[in-house]
């Protein structure tokens, strides 16, 4: 017997021997069979072709269902335009909101491998649905007759909407793992693998964009002019070669152990606050209860040291006279750890600054909604040649694919030089620009549309449904804009929910971000529908009537880029007073 312990304790002190020396990740990852890691023969740029491959394809997935979809929900289902605009924005919604139920799956039970694995077969099996809801003829309704459109029947949106939202719960098992899997693949405690984190979601996003141009201008050219079947039986298919990127990484990847359910942790620490409400915080916060040895008791997750914010949760930390008579320090509902009570408080302290992300997703979603509307009353045609208003979005995505490599490998080395820091901004400075260049974006997109109006009224074309004799390429420079504001926006938030999170949170973390493109998506079809009520009093066209040359779409996106500019104003109070997490 004897002889085992000493064996055992000789694996031990070599494997501590093997950490130290930087052979084994130091960040508690382990392989797939649930042993530590050599850094040599596993994740950083080595496993991240699959990862990235998997992203790419998924994206251009749900970007060529998304992209274009308003037009399938006015041309094929004869919807009218803010119907159309409400249910994809609603949809998109869902789409973001979703993520929550991986991130809890992911961070407590199966861990981010097993989520994505799971949630990727759903969202194949919602892809398919949809396919065969838009080729079978039974389940579309018949083509317009003239100016009679027939509506879809209830079994028809029954089969639409069904494939539709199971794409929005398989994506929601995805889109909050991904980013974090891959980051996993950096060691946290190596600075070199550290700096290539920030790196891997530059490229990360590229992939991302990779996927979208593809959807937005191949797919939505199919979709338009070989049908819509084809158009959403391409999209599954690369869904399918999504899921086989993902698994054939499978022997290279780090694999995070899930540390048990965030939000039971979180209720632990409001419940043994509250039961010590009458007791006094220490001064000296070494007094507050941690474990004794090196790990958190949280699995994966390391320590956070503690902060002065939020004194009244660190009531939960307090260790009673009760409790050190009985010596009994296992009950989590009555006695928390200094980290585990630190999760609740940068959950608190991330709070402004995820909320500030709402209205900018606003922005964003008006480029599959509104943009399109708008850009279906311009003019398409380039000589013979006939642009689908929706692939005008792929100038977002060029947008995004050219400011990615000029941001990594240009702007950052150039801006360390000046701030001093390894990723040449700070998350919370990059976020900032985006949401300057917003505002820079719906100001673009006013102009253009006055410019319409005016064509519209000279022309003597109010009262008609046409399209107004101004190019649709006017249309670029907001699109530019608005992907210049992703760069740093929508990034900066990956790199920022990644970082700022705690280690056993992150999935939770990336989620509660996704989450802001979700109720940007819902804020949309908020405003939709109070501007339409508001506008509509009185018999009149409103600013969205369905013939937009008779309405003031001009005053909508003035609004939006009023309330991006007060946004704006509020983040920059917000950041300033941010304190960054601190573990050990």
């Known amino acids: 017997m004897g002889s085992v312990d000493e064996e055992r304790s000789l694996l031990d002190t070599g494997l501590v021997q093997a950490e130290s020396s930087g052979l084994y990740t130091g960040d508690g990852s382990v392989d797939f069979n649930g042993k530590p890691v050599l850094k040599q023969n596993t994740g950083n740029w080595k ?9 790419c394809c998924e994206r251009l997935a749900y970007y060529g269902i998304a992209t274009n979809l308003v037009s399938y929900l006015t041309k094929k289902l004869h919807e009218g335009n803010v119907s159309a605009a409400r249910n994809v924005t609603t949809w998109q919604g869902t789409c973001y909101l979703t993520p929550l139920i991986g991130a809890v799956l992911a961070d407590a039970y199966w861990g981010r491998y097993w989520t994505i694995a799971t949630f990727s077969t759903i969202y194949f099996l919602g892809m398919c649905t949809l396919t065969l809801s838009a080729s079978i003829p039974a389940l579309k309704p018949a083509e317009c007759a003239g100016s009679i459109c027939p509506s879809a029947t209830p079994a028809q949106y029954a089969v639409f909407f ?68 084809l158009g959403f039986g391409i999209p599954a298919l690369f869904m399918g070669l999504a899921i086989v990127s993902f698994f054939s990484g499978t022997p290279l990847y780090r694999f995070q152990k899930p540390g048990g359910s965030p939000i039971t942790r979180m209720c632990q620490v409001l419940v043994a606050s509250f039961r010590k409400w009458n007791l006094k915080v220490p001064e000296d916060s070494s007094l507050l209860y941690e474990t004794g040895d090196k790990h958190s008791a949280i699995q994966g997750s390391r320590k956070l040291e503690h902060s002065d914010e939020l004194k009244c949760l660190d009531k939960a930390a307090i260790v009673s006279d009760a409790e050190i008579k009985s010596g009994d320090f296992s009950n989590p509902w009555r006695l928390c750890t200094v980290t585990q009570v630190e999760e609740l408080k940068i959950l608190f302290r991330m709070f402004p600054i995820w909320a500030t992300g709402i209205v900018f997703s606003a922005v964003y979603a008006q480029m599959s909604t509104m943009f399109v509307e708008q850009g279906m009353m311009m003019d398409t045609s380039i000589g013979s040649f006939t642009i689908p208003p929706a692939s005008l ?21 150039i801006a360390r030089k ?151 104003l509020v983040y920059s109070v917000c950041a300033s007073k941010y304190k960054q997490k601190k573990s050990t």
């Open 47 to 55: 496993a991240c072709p699959f990862i990235l491959g998997n992203e």
């Open 162 to 229: 069904f494939g539709l939202y199971l794409i929005a719960l398989g994506t929601g098992g995805i889109k909050p793992c991904v980013s974090s899997f891959g980051a996993d693949q950096f060691d946290d405690t190596d600075p070199k693998e550290s700096v290539k984190k920030g790196s891997f979601f530059n490229w990360f996003y590229f992939s991302i964009n990779i996927g979208a141009l593809i959807s937005s201008s191949l797919l939505v050219w199919i979709q338009d002019n070989a049908g819509w079947g």
């Open 393 to 413: 979005s792929s100038f977002d995505v060029i947008s995004v694919i050219f400011w990615v490599p000029i941001y990594d490998r240009v702007i950052v080395p």
């Open 418 to 568: 000046f701030t001093g820091k390894e990723r040449g901004f700070s998350e919370l400075q990059r976020m900032g620009i985006g949401l300057f260049i917003s505002v820079l974006c719906m100001s673009a997109a006013t102009v253009v549309e006055i410019r319409r109006l005016q064509l519209a009224d000279e022309l003597g074309l109010v009262d008609k449904e046409v399209a107004v004799p101004l190019s649709i390429f006017w249309q670029i420079p907001q699109y530019f804009l608005l992907g210049a504001a992703e760069v740093c926006t929508f990034i900066g938030q990956l790199e920022f929910f990644y970082d700022q999170s705690p280690d056993a949170m992150r999935s939770l973390c990336s989620a509660l971000s996704l989450l802001t493109t979700s109720l940007g998506n819902y804020l949309s079809s908020f405003i939709l529908t109070v501007v339409t009520y508001f506008t509509t009093k009185g018999g009149q066209p409103g600013w969205i009537p369905d013939n937009l040359n008779k309405g003031h779409l001009d005053y909508f996106f003035s609004l939006l880029a009023g309330l991006s500019f007060l946004n704006m």
